[in-house]
Structures are given as C-alpha cells and as structure tokens.
C-alpha cells in the first residue's frame, strides 16, 4: 500500500515556508494586510501588538506569513525571553546607564524661557539631565535677564546656562543676550520664534510650520493655519510633544545648543 499525504496541492503551488523571526521590542514590520507598519512593544502568547510613528497601536495575531520584515514575508515567532529590553541609549541619542541614580543637583542650572521649552528639554534629555545633577528652570520670558543673572550669582561651582528662543542678529534677544558679561554664564539660542519651531514638521505630520504675519500671537496663528483648535494651545502642544520621541524629532539649530548648555554647566562632566 502507498501512504498519500493528505494535502492534494500541486508542489507548484505550495509556498515556501516564510523564515521565521523572533518578535523583539524594536522590531519594525509591516501587516500586509492593513499596511499597517510599526514597531513591536509587546509581544504575547499569540499577539504582537505594534506601535507607528504616530504612537498609534494595533495588535495582530501571530500568523504564518501574517508580515512584511524589509519587504519580504516572515513568520512572527514570541521571543525566548519576553522581558523588557533595556533601552541602549536615551532619547538624546546618549549611551543609557542602567540602574543609574540620580545625581544630588548640581548648584549649577539651565533656565530655559518658558513651560513649553522645559518639557521638550526634559522628554529628551531629561535621563541625561538627572544622570549629570542638572536642574531646568523655565522663566517667563528673558526681558529681565540681566537681572536675573545677577540674583543668580553664577560661579566657578554654580554656572548658568541660558536657552533663548529667536535669537538672531539684530532681535531683541540678541541685545539683551549680550548685555550678559559673567565668565560663568552661557546665553545661547535657537532661531524659532517659539520651541513648537524645534520639531520637526514631519514628525508631526505637517510639510512645514505656517509663516504667521507680524502683530498675530504665533501659536493661535499656527493652529489657525493648520486647522486645530486655537482656544487651547496648551492642550495642541502636548499632542505635539507626545510626537516627539527622541533626539531625531527635533531641529539640529536646537539640539546643537541644549548639548552646549549641558557641557557648560557641568563642564564637561567635571565634579
């Protein structure tokens, strides 16, 4: 007697089986299905759920050849080990030191010019900031910075490190950044009218930040402009800076100056 596989498929047909991929947190796949394309940050008995740009998640059941891995099929497998992977780097782009305490603060200090500007600086960098001691500080605009530096009383062991918005030749802002003579006060800036500027239209979905005319508030303007809701402009920046996941988000003109700032105060990582 001859034995028959029960499968009555032509070999022609039949598909080759699709290599099959472990489902480790960082992942990035797409189901073909929905087109859906994100990365994996959760992988459970007979799901992966999957997280896009957007921070938007689904969860897609583990099938045969259920995703696209670069373009070709694959078969999504649980990992051995489903414990959370530690990060490698912050979101600053920093190497992470796992387990690392919080240094006791420094005397030392950033003053950045407002709420907004203190909360993009902390998503970021903050890991950064707590491992080196360093305080943020926002202020309500830097129209009294002179003063302000002076009450503070910046010294070899206590330096001042200042982030300014529009600071460009010829702006208000550039007078009075150097009005500021103090050897241990830094005063640097970004060119954006305000720190909503700093990301990057694309990762907020936008082909660029709208130009608002002189004379307008530029936040109302710019929701005005794209369509959102101009009566609550903090409740529009913390959709946006929940878009906002790392140092790749973010204008290199900012990046560049928050990095300077920490290095001066904490000169350069010296006690």
Request: hydrophobic content about 40%.
């Amino acid at each position: 007697m001859r034995s028959y596989s029960a499968d009555l498929t032509p070999p022609w047909k039949k598909q080759a089986p699709a290599p099959e991929v472990p489902a480790d947190p960082g992942l990035v796949v797409e189901e073909p299905g929905t087109g859906f394309c994100g990365a994996v940050i959760r992988c459970e008995a007979g799901t992966v759920t999957l997280e896009d740009r957007f921070g938007k998640h689904r969860v897609f059941p583990l099938e045969p050849r259920g995703f696209l891995l670069e373009g070709r099929a694959v078969t999504l497998v649980r990992p051995a080990s489903t414990a959370p992977v530690r990060p490698t780097r912050t979101a600053s782009g920093s190497v992470a030191v796992p387990g690392a305490r919080a240094r006791v603060a420094r005397a030392g200090r950033i003053y950045v010019e407002g709420r907004h500007d203190a909360e993009l600086v902390e998503k970021v960098w903050g890991d950064d900031l707590r491992v080196e001691g360093v305080v943020v500080e926002y202020l309500e605009g830097v129209d009294d910075l002179p003063s302000i530096v002076d009450g503070f009383a910046p010294g070899p062991d206590a330096r001042l490190g200042v982030l300014v918005d529009h600071l460009v030749p010829g702006s208000k802002e550039s007078r009075i950044a150097a009005s500021v003579t103090s050897a241990h006060a830094l005063v640097v800036g970004h060119p954006y009218i305000d720190i909503w500027e700093a990301v990057k239209p694309s990762a907020v979905g936008i082909p660029a930040w709208p130009r608002v005319p002189r004379g307008q508030d530029w936040k109302t303007g710019v929701c005005r402009a794209l369509g959102w809701p101009h009566d609550n402009t903090g409740a529009v920046w913390q959709a946006i800076l929940a878009r906002v996941t790392s140092y790749k988000d973010l204008e290199p003109e900012l990046l560049g100056r928050v990095e300077e700032l920490i290095d001066f105060v904490t000169d350069g990582g010296a006690a």
